[in-house]
C-alpha cells in the first residue's frame, strides 16, 4: 500500500508542490513538506485502504502543511519569550560600548602612525587578501620585508590591545 502511495505522490508531485507552496507561501519550505509527505506515506499502514488514494496523498501532505505551521507557530512564541527574559542581557551596556569605541580609536591612531610601508603591507595582505608573496610581489619587496612590516602591525595592535 504504502508503495502505491508514494507512486502517487511522484506522479503528482508539482502539483503537491503547488498545493503545498499556497499552504506554506514558500515553494522551498513546500518541497521541504512534499519530502516529508514522502516519508509519512512510505511508513503509512493505514488501517482500510483509502477510497480515493490521491485525495489521501493530498490530505497528508495537507497534514504536513499544518504541522509546519504549528511548529513556526511555537518557535516565534518560544523566541518572543527568550527575548522578553533575557533580550536585554545580550545587548552591550553603555560601559561596553565606550569601551570598544576607545579601543578602536587608539588602533586607529596606532596603526596611522606607523610607517606608510607598514600600512601598505597591511592593506594589501589583511584587507585586499593577498598572501605575503602576493603583497611582495605587487609592492616590490621581499616576502621576509612583508612579514617584518606584518609583526610591526601586530606588535603594535597587541600594545594598544594590553593597555
Request: net charge neutral; aromatic share 6%.
Amino acid at each position: 500500500m504504502s508503495a502505491c502511495l508514494s507512486q502517487i505522490l511522484v506522479a503528482h508531485y508539482p502539483e503537491i508542490v503547488d498545493f503545498l507552496s499556497l499552504r506554506t507561501g514558500s515553494r522551498d519550505t513546500a518541497r521541504d513538506c512534499a519530502q516529508d509527505t514522502w516519508l509519512r506515506l512510505s511508513t503509512a499502514r493505514p488501517a482500510t485502504p483509502p477510497a480515493n488514494l490521491k485525495a489521501y496523498v493530498f490530505r497528508v501532505a495537507a497534514n504536513i502543511a499544518m504541522d509546519w505551521h504549528r511548529q513556526q507557530r511555537r518557535e516565534k512564541t518560544a523566541l518572543g519569550q527568550y527575548d522578553t527574559l533575557y533580550g536585554d542581557v545580550a545587548a552591550p551596556d553603555t560601559f561596553d560600548s565606550v569601551a570598544a569605541a576607545d579601543t578602536i580609536r587608539r588602533l586607529e591612531q596606532a596603526l596611522l602612525a606607523q610607517p606608510s610601508r607598514s600600512i601598505e603591507v597591511f592593506v594589501a595582505h589583511k584587507l585586499d587578501g593577498l598572501s605575503h608573496a602576493e603583497t611582495a610581489h605587487l609592492l616590490g619587496i621581499s616576502v621576509s620585508a612583508v612579514e617584518k612590516h606584518m609583526m610591526r602591525i601586530l606588535l603594535t595592535c597587541q600594545a594598544v590591545l594590553a593597555n
